[in-house]
T-cell receptor
Framework: DSGVTQTPKHLITATGQRVTLRCSPRSGDLSVYWYQQSLDQGLQFLIQYYNGEERAKGNILERFSAQQFPDLHSELNLSSLELGDSALYFC?????????????FGPGTRLTVL | GENVEQHPSTLSVQEGDSAVIKCTYSDSASNYFPWYKQELGKRPQLIIDIRSNVGEKKDQRIAVTLNKTAKHFSLHITETQPEDSAVYFCAASRNQAGTALIFGKGTTLSVSS
């Protein structure tokens, strides 16, 4: 157990819908990262928050957004869902603001868009 | 931005053999290079990492080597065991605010007994 929690574990929804994925980092970690993992794309970095502020942005679609709350938990919002958004979404947390320290991954949320 | 290429995409070895996975990166300012192992249905976990001021690092049966001039780094697993079967990801980062880990696409290692 990495200490990072994610809910829900599984999510099945229809095209055009909106979902929210939730992540709680390890105690003491200020950075939260979101990744999308699909079969042929490996781990794609989406976005990073550090202590409530967005700090780095990767290949995140405009239909996706995220935020980090004062208690440091983070939410990833996915809207106007398409079939291609079906994937495993991981969040990870670390102590540092930069990418130069171990990231601890949560168990992931498997999103299926029908 | 950073781009990480990883080879091979699949690797099959016999138990007891060695396995080598190679990665190249594009950003010469990258200075942190971790390797993650992801078992089927589980989360990625860090197995070893190396920083640019070090050329090689070992931890029991695994080692990582870094060639900054050529911008490539490799994971070496010796005396492979069936439990080494997993997907391995390399990654690179500048380790500064505003940057993030960029991962390779992964190598599926299968160790047969």
């Amino acid at each position: 157990d990495s200490g990072v929690t994610q809910t829900p574990k599984h999510l099945i929804t229809a095209t055009g819908q909106r979902v929210t994925l939730r992540c709680s980092p390890r105690s003491g970690d200020l950075s939260v990262y979101w990744y999308q993992q699909s079969l042929d794309q490996g781990l794609q970095f989406l976005i990073q928050y550090y202590n409530g502020e967005e700090r780095a942005k990767g290949n995140i679609l405009e239909r996706f957004s995220a935020q980090q709350f004062p208690d440091l938990h983070s939410e990833l919002n996915l809207s106007s869902l398409e079939l291609g958004d079906s994937a495993l979404y991981f969040c990870a947390s670390s102590v540092e603001v930069g990418g130069g320290s171990e990231q601890f991954f949560g168990p992931g949320t498997r999103l299926t868009v029908l | 931005g950073e781009n990480v290429e990883q080879h091979p995409s699949t690797l099959s070895v016999q138990e007891g053999d060695s396995a080598v996975i190679k990665c190249t990166y594009s950003d010469s300012a990258s200075n942190y290079f971790p390797w993650y192992k992801q078992e089927l249905g589980k989360r990625p976990q860090l197995i070893i990492d190396i920083r640019s001021n070090v050329g090689e690092k070992k931890d029991q049966r695994i080692a990582v080597t870094l060639n900054k001039t050529a911008k490539h780094f490799s994971l070496h697993i010796t005396e492979t065991q069936p439990e080494d079967s997993a997907v391995y990801f390399c990654a690179a980062s500048r380790n500064q605010a505003g940057t993030a880990l960029i991962f390779g696409k992964g190598t599926t290692l299968s160790v047969s007994s």
